[in-house]
């Protein structure tokens, strides 16, 4: 697919690396403690499963691994890059080469085709035009929707808006692909076609972490991350003979 280089002999080195982070929110007149001391080591080429209920911390977790948020205190480290010490531009620039988003609502523009939509991190990066559309449709021919590279988002099934998306969060390589809900609105065939191109890109070197509420994804993933209450409760490595009892957290 789009990543085919992986350099196994450094899969062992970590890509996040997260210690007593924790995060707060403030108003007026209301504190939230949304983390409360998470330590998370994640390494190169994983594929894991971020779960827990609702109010957990699980979101506002995904949102600072993809740089989206800030962390209030602890220290969060990118590929070995202090994220606590870069300004808002580094921040994007990182952010935009590091890792590719995966959401639940696909994110598509309406008023673009699918290639000009798989473009759009590539014109954020400072591709030079000329090799743009070259990888934006190679992005698509990789997922198997080259055919409808002039069509709108709108004139195609969920399923294939959600593989365009795939396509746009992998076309500039980056190293994490950082997935929320992925198959939220898809049905069963679909969201098994979906993670099984997930699979493909973690087979190539590429870092998958799923956030999900649904069992059956999560069981797609080599190490379970839950959590409760804004710290990780649990972790355990799933085998084919070790995967979660049960449909939902």
């Known amino acids: 697919m789009l990543n085919g280089k992986d350099n196994k002999s450094d899969r062992e080195e970590p890509v996040i690396t997260i210690r007593d982070l924790h995060k707060v929110y403030r108003s007026a007149t209301v504190e939230y403690e949304a983390l409360r001391g998470v ?61 590719g988003f995966i959401f639940q609502s696909y994110n598509l523009l309406p008023q673009m085709n699918l290639i000009d939509n798989v473009a759009l991190p590539m014109l954020y990066g400072g591709v030079p035009a000329s090799e743009r559309r070259d990888r934006a449709r190679e992005a698509l021919q990789s997922v198997d929707l080259e055919r409808w590279s002039l069509h709108k988002p709108t004139e195609i099934s969920g399923g294939q808006q959600q593989r365009v998306a795939v396509a746009r969060a992998m076309v500039m390589q980056p190293a994490i692909l950082l997935a929320d809900e992925p198959t939220g609105n898809l049905d069963s065939k679909t969201s098994d076609d979906v993670l099984e191109i997930f699979h493909e890109l973690n087979e190539m070197g590429v870092t998958v972490i799923i956030i999900s509420h649904d069992i059956t994804v999560a069981n797609h993933a080599q190490r379970l991350i839950e959590l409760f209450d804004g710290k990780i409760s649990q972790e355990r490595i799933l085998t084919k003979n070790n995967k979660i009892a049960g449909s939902r957290l």
């Open 39 to 99: 330590d998370l080591t994640i390494r190169k080429g994983e594929f894991c499963a971020i779960m827990g209920p609702s109010g957990s911390g699980k979101t506002t977790l995904m949102n600072i691994i993809g740089l989206l948020d800030d962390l209030t205190s602890g220290s969060y480290e990118l590929q070995g890059i202090d994220s606590t010490q870069l300004n808002d531009t580094s921040r994007a620039a990182l952010r935009n080469r590091t890792i």
